[in-house]
Nanobody, 121 residues
Framework: QVQLVESGGGLVQAGGSLRLSCAAS????????MGWYRQAPGKQRELVATITRGASTNYSESVKGRFTIDRDNAKNTVYLQMNSLKPADTAVYYCNAEWRPLTSMRYLEVWGQGTLVTVSS
């Protein structure tokens, strides 16, 4: 099994920055694509950014140019650098990863527990 542990959330003023981290642990053959999603109060969970194992990235339009996703494959960790934060970025941020078990060719999906980001105006 794989666990994702997120860190780095908190309270920040508008215009400020935060850096989220998400580390995968457990027994697995490989971690594949990783990503960040967020869910604001009363809204559905939405994609923020994803990154492949080869470092190809994809961003939602709402964060493009302000957020940067990157990863360290040796540490099985994905990061989200968030700059120029806005109150609209306030949400619980969830880490997501695809992982391959030791004894299977099929990738499975796992979610982190979420970390709260609050941006004050």
């Amino acid at each position: 099994q794989v666990q994702l542990v997120e860190s780095g959330g908190g309270l920040v003023q508008a215009g400020g920055s935060l850096r989220l981290s998400c580390a995968a642990s457990g027994r697995f053959f490989r971690i594949g694509d990783m990503g960040w999603y967020r869910q604001a109060p009363g809204k559905q969970r939405e994609l923020v950014a994803t990154i492949t194992r080869g470092a190809s990235t994809n961003y939602s339009e709402s964060v493009k140019g302000r957020f940067t996703i990157d990863r360290d494959n040796a540490k099985n960790t994905v990061y989200l650098q968030m700059n120029s934060l806005k109150p609209a970025d306030t949400a619980v941020y969830y880490c997501n990863a695809e992982w391959r078990p030791l004894t299977s060719m099929r990738y499975l999906e796992v979610w982190g527990q979420g970390t709260l980001v609050t941006v004050s105006s």
